[in-house]
């Protein structure tokens, strides 16, 4: 099947994607896996994924309260930390 996307920003005009449906958990799995093996980061990063959640929880939010809802300025960046030596 396909699945469409419907993003609105601001006052401009909703924009519309398509994408064919796939299983993204078993694609990602296997890319973090190989990044423990290589030793290198994960994309996304976790900052992306920390974004990720903010914007989940305003889609539940703009559910509960039936209303759209802002999101406000980016998070502060955790410092990122090298990843430890691999054994």
């Known amino acids: 099947g396909e699945r469409t996307l419907e993003l ?12 064919k449906a796939q299983d993204q958990i078993a694609t990602e799995l296997a890319d973090f896996s190989e990044c423990i093996l290589d030793g290198r980061e994960p994309a996304p990063s976790g900052s992306d994924g920390l974004a990720d959640v903010r914007v989940i929880r305003a889609i539940y939010r703009s559910i509960d309260e039936r ?11 955790p410092q990122e930390q090298p990843p430890p030596p691999m054994q």
């Open 8 to 19: 609105t920003v601001g006052e401009r005009k909703p924009e519309r994607r398509r994408f």
């Open 67 to 77: 209303r759209p809802v802002r999101l406000g300025g980016a998070p502060p960046q």
